[in-house]
Nanobody
């Protein structure tokens, strides 16, 4: 069964860091492009970061220089390292396989 399970969300103060994980099962993440999206309160879901089947990455302008997407193929897990977090980063974060398979999301709240 193809499945994505996110974890690592939580409450963090502005300027803090979190690392999100996305554990995949039923397929190998090394053979697909993978991405992170987020949906803030009252907002539409938006692209955050993506990585190709190789190592090419791209980021939304809002997170460039602060977030880093990576994956460990041996663990079949996708990561999103988030630094210098801002209140506007508050959202439910989702990982996705090529925009077709989605996880259930993990809540990130940035607040003092």
């Amino acid at each position: 069964q193809v499945q994505l399970v996110e974890s690592g969300g939580g409450l963090v103060q502005p300027g803090g860091s979190l690392r999100l994980s996305c554990a995949a099962s039923g397929f190998s993440i090394s053979t697909y492009a993978m991405s992170w999206y987020r949906q803030g309160p009252g907002k539409e879901r938006e692209f955050v970061a993506g990585v190709t089947r190789g190592t090419i990455t791209r980021y939304a302008d809002a997170v460039k220089g602060r977030f880093t997407i990576s994956r460990v193929n041996a663990k079949n897990t996708l990561y999103l390292q988030m630094n210098s977090l801002k209140p506007e980063d508050t959202a439910v974060y989702y990982c996705s396989r090529e925009g077709i398979v989605w996880g259930q999301g993990t809540q990130v709240t940035v607040s003092s």
